[in-house]
């Protein structure tokens, strides 16, 4: 099993930025990806990033060229830069493990962005 604690969320201006943390309590060489998913309010769940073991990294078309997802292979870390922020970003944010064949999928807590002036 992998448990992830999510960091990083809080409130910030349109334009802002935030750093999004996801640690996991094993290995991230024994996960065969990590993404971040996000649920607004009313809202159905949507990917905003996913990296593979093999560096294959997928963003959603509405944060292409704002969010920016990297790893730490040494801390089992993953991130999410989240750059020039808008009021749409506005979510709750989850980070996933996923399985090799993705069988199997973890979920952290969520963490509370609110963009906002």
């Known amino acids: 099993q992998v448990q992830l604690v999510e960091s990083g969320g809080g409130l910030v201006q349109p334009g802002g930025s935030l750093r999004l943390s996801c640690a996991a309590s094993r290995s991230i060489f024994s996960i065969n990806a990590m993404g971040w998913y996000r649920q607004a309010p009313g809202k159905e769940r949507e990917l905003v990033a996913r990296i593979t073991s093999g560096d294959t990294i997928t963003y959603g078309d509405s944060v292409k060229g704002r969010f920016t997802i990297s790893r730490d292979n040494a801390k089992n870390t993953v991130y999410l830069q989240m750059n020039s922020l808008k009021p749409e970003d506005t979510a709750v944010y989850y980070c996933?493990?996923?399985?090799?064949?993705?069988?199997?999928?973890?979920w952290g807590q969520g963490a509370q962005v609110t963009v906002s002036s």
């Open positions: 996933r493990a996923d399985s090799i064949g993705n069988m199997y999928h973890y």
